[in-house]
């Protein structure tokens, strides 16, 4: 069984089209076991009660933003290592500054190609096939 068949990716996105955009990606590569959040309350719930092996996250939603919701992930113990991608925009470099001061694993600017989202995968997690 290959990294990919094992892998349980949470995508945490307020727009509907940009988790399908990331879930069709991530089915591409070979993601088969994707869940999703439309915010950052809802992520934060579901990686606390979910295994989860690796967090998508767009940075502007609603209730708690993306840089909350890593922060959130960083300061509670069982949850505190799990892998973080985020989804910025060409001109967020602020914000990408102040995310690896959070400890976010990578990052991934919106529009993407799959082959970046693979390659910003592969070097959070390793080899996927």
């Known amino acids: 069984m ?3 068949d094992q892998l349980k990716i949470l995508i945490v996105d307020d727009t509907t ?3 399908m955009l990331v879930r069709d990606g991530l089915q591409e ?7 999703f959040a439309s915010d ?5 719930k579901h990686v ?10 767009d940075f502007n939603m609603p209730k708690l933003d993306g840089l909350g919701l890593l922060r959130a ?8 290592k799990t892998p973080f991608i985020m989804l910025t925009g060409k001109g967020d470099k602020e914000l990408v500054q102040k995310a690896i001061q959070y400890g ?11 082959p970046a989202l ?3 995968l592969e070097a959070v997690v390793g080899k996927l096939s």
């Open 2 to 4: 290959s990294l990919a």
């Open 17 to 19: 089209t940009s988790r």
């Open 29 to 35: 590569i070979g993601i088969k076991n994707i869940s």
């Open 40 to 44: 950052g309350e809802q992520g934060l």
């Open 48 to 57: 606390m009660t979910q295994q989860t092996h690796l967090v998508i996250s």
């Open 73 to 80: 992930i960083r300061q509670h113990g069982p949850i505190q």
């Open 104 to 114: 976010i694993n990578n990052y991934l600017t919106k529009p993407f190609t799959v």
């Open 118 to 120: 693979k390659g910003a």
